[in-house]
């Protein structure tokens, strides 16, 4: 799998909007961008994926630069409990099945 | 909303004993995952499943590991003679099917303790 880079830690303060970006320069044409998060003592949670086209859902918002290299999640409205680590994932369409995880970022939400 | 499912929480085991650690994936999934999680490291994946048989493993999945769906709900993973380096969480995870728009769901996990 292509690999991405995200920041190791993001604040924000709550009810602000909060943009995590991640770099995939070597994104391949096949590859979708997924987003995961794992919330503390929790298993990784599905936030939302796009391929080309910006994506809305009722969690967030996926931004996705038009040359793919680089995405941005927003979390339009951060509330305390969206404090979690979010992982930038890319999916290529020739593997099946499991994610790569990387170390993700962690997002700390200031009251 | 449907959920996957995970017994034990927790877990504490004395080295060179076996382990089964069991999930109960959601109704109409048909991929099945297992995925541990060394304290302060990354997700890391094990084995997938479908079709009653192992679709893909990694390199820690070795002849200690093995996976089973014993019936039409439960699926488990079993480690036959643990090392103080399994002790992790463990999480299962299934999805619909596999596609690259695949999503998967994650259980609350098993956290291993082995001495």
């Known amino acids: 799998d292509a690999k991405t880079t995200q920041p190791n830690s993001m604040e924000s303060n709550e009810e602000e909007p909060v943009h995590l970006p991640c770099n995939h320069s070597t994104i391949s044409g096949t590859d979708y961008i997924h987003w995961y998060r794992q919330l503390p003592s929790q298993g990784p949670e599905y936030v939302i994926h796009g391929l080309t086209s910006n994506v809305n859902n009722r969690m967030a918002s996926l931004a996705i630069a038009e040359d793919r290299k680089s995405s941005t999640l927003i979390l339009h409205r951060a509330t305390l409990r969206d404090a979690a680590v979010y992982y930038c994932?890319?999916?290529?369409?020739?593997?099946?099945?499991?994610?790569?995880f990387g170390t993700g970022t962690r997002l700390t939400i200031i009251p | 909303e449907p959920e996957v499912t995970q017994t034990p929480s927790h877990q504490v085991t004395q080295m060179g004993q076996e382990v089964i650690l069991r999930c109960v994936p959601i109704?109409?999934?048909?991929?099945f995952y297992w995925y541990r999680q060394i304290l302060g490291q990354k997700v890391e994946f094990l084995v997938s499943?479908?079709?009653?048989?192992?679709?893909?493993k990694s390199e820690i999945f070795d002849d200690q590991f093995s996976v089973e769906r014993p019936d039409g709900s439960n699926f488990t993973l079993k480690i036959r003679s643990t090392k103080l380096e399994d002790s992790a969480m463990y999480f299962c995870?299934?999805?619909?099917?596999?596609?690259?728009?695949?999503?998967?769901?994650f259980g609350p996990g098993t956290r291993l303790l082995v001495l």
């Open positions: 994932i890319l999916r290529d369409g020739a593997v099946q099945g499991k994610l790569t």
């Open positions: 995870a299934s999805s619909e099917w596999v596609a690259v728009k695949e999503t998967q769901y």
């Open positions: 109704s109409n999934h048909l991929y």
């Open positions: 499943f479908y079709n009653n048989e192992i679709s893909e």
